[in-house]
């Protein structure tokens, strides 16, 4: 190939990958960054395996779990001391636990087995069955909200349980799953992410992933057990905070998730550069086009001209040998 070809051609290839890559292209927004501010630390029973953490009335409610140790508590939210405690069968694996009206529903882990208790007994009134395993559980006002250790929420309504829908959730890098103990507020679900020191808050109407919570200095003086993770979270309402401990921790803690990181607003473009940034793409498709048209039009009329000068070299008589010069000297 000449070297006029391969100019050419990376000169098309230069344009035509600076047009692709500069055309705005759809994607998911990262999640915000927010600060987890300590407020107050309060000593936690490091035998409860924590799976379920509730406010309710200024009142703390905890699951534990594990088989032949698992337990409903209602627990002083100041001091961590135990006030009351129910025990499970040795057949049940608490979990996740919320409060609806004047009951606190609590799940059980592979017993497809959810238990109504009343609040003021905390006496088994009710229960209901399910399929797969129980994880996290919180209300939202309308429905309870369930995860199950993937990256589904299950949106179940309170009176028999039944799935009324279910939500993905999603972040910039896709499914996030092993979504554990979860706390409704407003419009988000916040959820452990089991064995991880994270909690994610989880727009409930897109599945989004918009905040992200790194809760790891509260594990810094905890044990480094396999299982002793990050797991409960409770709303506070009165102090717009929420109450986090962890499986076998010593203390819970009062916390707050901060303020999100507000946007930088941007400076208010003129019309005349709004526009131009609008139609750039197809103005450089256009300078592209003349360009090449400019190019076949030039390769042309090179191609003409030496076809004429060929043409003419071919029609010139040959010049005569040195032979023929001495005869006609002669």
């Not at 905890?62 to 627990?75: A, M, N, P, Q």
């Not at 996290?136 to 250790?149: E, Q, R």
């Not at 790194?214 to 057990?225: K, Y």
Request: aromatic share 6%; with cysteine.
């Amino acid at each position: 190939m000449s070297c006029r070809g391969t100019a050419h051609t990376t000169l098309v290839a230069v344009l035509l990958t600076a047009l692709v890559c500069s055309h705005p292209v759809a994607a998911q927004e990262q999640s915000e960054t927010i600060d987890l501010i300590l407020i107050s630390s309060h000593q936690h029973d490091s035998q409860a395996f924590t799976q379920g953490l509730e406010m309710h009335d200024g009142s703390l409610y905890e699951s534990t779990g594990l088989y032949g140790h698992s337990s409903l508590r209602e627990v002083d939210p100041t001091t961590g001391e135990v006030v009351r405690q129910v025990n499970l069968d040795e057949s049940l694996f608490a979990e996740g636990i919320t409060v609806v009206g004047e009951t606190l529903v609590m799940l059980t882990w592979r017993e497809g087995l959810a238990l109504v208790f009343d609040i003021e007994s905390l006496d088994v009134v009710a229960n209901h069955t399910y399929a797969g395993e129980g994880w996290g559980l919180c209300y939202d006002g309308t429905h309870l909200v369930m995860s199950n250790g993937t990256s589904e929420l299950a949106f179940r309504d309170p009176d028999d349980f039944s799935v009324v829908s279910t939500l993905q959730v999603t972040d910039q890098l896709g499914e996030v799953s092993l979504l554990n103990e979860l706390e409704c507020v407003g419009d988000r679900v916040y959820a452990n992410v089991w064995g991880s020191d994270s909690i994610i808050a989880i727009d409930k109407a897109t599945g989004e992933v918009n905040l992200t919570i790194d809760a790891s200095i509260l594990a810094e003086n905890e044990s480094n057990e396999y299982n002793d993770v990050m797991n409960g979270i409770a709303y506070v309402p009165e102090q717009d905070a929420f109450l986090v401990t962890g499986k076998n921790w010593t203390s819970m803690h009062l916390v707050s998730f901060g303020v999100t990181q507000a946007p930088q607003e941007e400076t208010p473009e003129s019309i005349p550069l709004s526009i131009l940034k609008t139609i750039w793409p197809v103005l450089l498709i256009a300078v592209l086009v003349v360009f090449l048209s400019s190019m076949r039009l030039l390769s042309a009329i090179m191609q003409f001209l030496m076809i004429l000068l060929f043409k003419r070299q071919a029609e010139q008589p040959p010049l005569p040998s040195e032979g023929e010069q001495e005869a006609g000297d002669g």
